[in-house]
């Protein structure tokens, strides 16, 4: 009998250390539900790049146009990531991201989006790793 209360009370003992090891990592966890990496600068997704490159509502675009539809799999951007100057149709852009956003407005017929969001980060990932 003093045996199988022991049994008992050992399984007791270890269902409460792993529940209390659960809860442990769970609030170690909690706070970075869904959000974006905070550390310094945030970090652009290539792959989410890639998705927004694809995407006709890029920058809610309405010309029915992706980047992609010009840009064909990213060919002809291989310098892109690395330029300070960008010219395109007889205009002057002083950055990737102004470049972006002319393309958004000029050709997807969308708005400009943030320079410094998380799309715009993504996008930039994206077109960078398309380099050489
Ligand atoms: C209607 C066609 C068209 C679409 C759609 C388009 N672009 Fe462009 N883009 C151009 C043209 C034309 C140029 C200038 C010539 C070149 O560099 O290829 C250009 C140039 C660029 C450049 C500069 C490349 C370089 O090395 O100088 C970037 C960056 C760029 N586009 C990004 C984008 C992004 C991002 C999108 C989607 C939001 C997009 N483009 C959609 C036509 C387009």
Redesign the pocket.
Known sequence: MKILKLIVLSIAVTGLVSACKLAETEQVQAPSYGEAPSYGVMAGDIKTGKA??NDTT??N?T?G???????LGGK?????GD?KE????GKK?NS?EE??N???E???K?KAIDPDGKSMKD?VAY?KSLKG
Do not use: R, T
């Not at 002809?76 to 892109?80: K, R, S, T, V, Y």
């Not at 960008?86 to 149709?89: E, L, P, R, T």
């Open positions: 927004l490159f890029f920058g675009g010309s146009k992706s980047c992609n539809s010009c840009h002809g951007m291989e310098m892109a330029k960008f010219n395109i149709m852009q990737l470049a972006v002319f393309c958004i000029m050709a997807l969308g996008i077109i």
